[in-house]
Every structure is written in C-alpha cells, then in structure tokens.
C-alpha cells in the first residue's frame, strides 16, 4: 500500500527552527517529485515547496524563499523540510506528496506547487509558531 507520512511538526517559538519528514513506504520516492503544501485554518491548501527526483531542481514560495530548505535522501526514502526563521504565519498543518513524474510540475515564478498535480498525500504534521 502506497503511503506518506510526515513527522517533526510542533509548537516552536518564533525564530526557532523545525525539520519535517516524509517517508515513504509500498513505494520509491526515487522517480517521483515531491512537494510540501500547508494548510492554515480557514485557508486553502498552498504549496511551499517542491523537489524533482534526482534533487536537481527546487522550487519555493515567495514567503519561504530563504527560510526554508527541501531536500532528499532516495536511499532512505524520505524528503525533508528544514524550516527557519519560523514565523506565527507560518503555524499550518504541513503535508507531502509525491507526483507521479520527475518533475514539480507548472508553476508561476515566485508560486509553489500546484495542489492538482500531486497524486498522492499524507495525513499532515501540525507546525504551531507561538511565544
């Protein structure tokens, strides 16, 4: 059975860091990209981040840029999101997902990936920003 699941999500006071986790499991990561998306309450779903298969490529949001790192070991099956520089507007459930292609997908400049080209999803990690 294909599945992701996230971990490393918390409550982290703003400026702190957090590194969230995806692995994979009844699958490879090593031909899919990955993306990571967040969701606020009352806010649609956005895309943050994005990593081809090979990790040659990288995407961000505009917020993040700078702030956040993706990346991925294939040999663990697993892509991370290393997070700085944590802000309150940062506080959302985080997922991954995996598509079904090497690359991210099409995006606008400055826009992470697009929820509708992911084919599959984990549960999410909570990520609360507070002092």
């Known amino acids: 059975q294909l599945q992701l699941v996230e971990s490393g999500g918390g409550l982290v006071q703003p400026g702190g860091s957090l590194r969230l986790s995806c692995v994979a499991s009844g699958f490879t990561l090593n031909n899919y990209a990955i993306g990571w998306f967040r969701q606020a309450p009352g806010r649609e779903r956005e895309g943050v981040s994005c990593?081809?298969?090979?990790?040659?490529?990288?995407i961000y949001e505009d917020s993040v840029e700078g702030r956040f790192t993706i990346s991925r070991d294939n040999a663990k099956n697993t892509v991370y999101l290393q997070m700085n520089n944590l802000t309150p507007e940062d506080t959302a459930v985080y997922y991954c997902?995996?598509?079904?292609?090497?690359?991210?997908?099409?995006?606008?400049?400055?826009?992470?990936?697009?929820?509708?080209?992911?084919?599959?999803w984990g549960q999410g990690t909570q990520v609360t920003v507070s002092s």
């Open positions: 990593i081809t298969d090979s990790g040659t490529r990288t």
């Open positions: 997902a995996a598509r079904d292609s090497r690359l991210c997908g099409s995006y606008y400049v400055g826009e992470g990936p697009r929820r509708v080209d992911f084919d599959y």
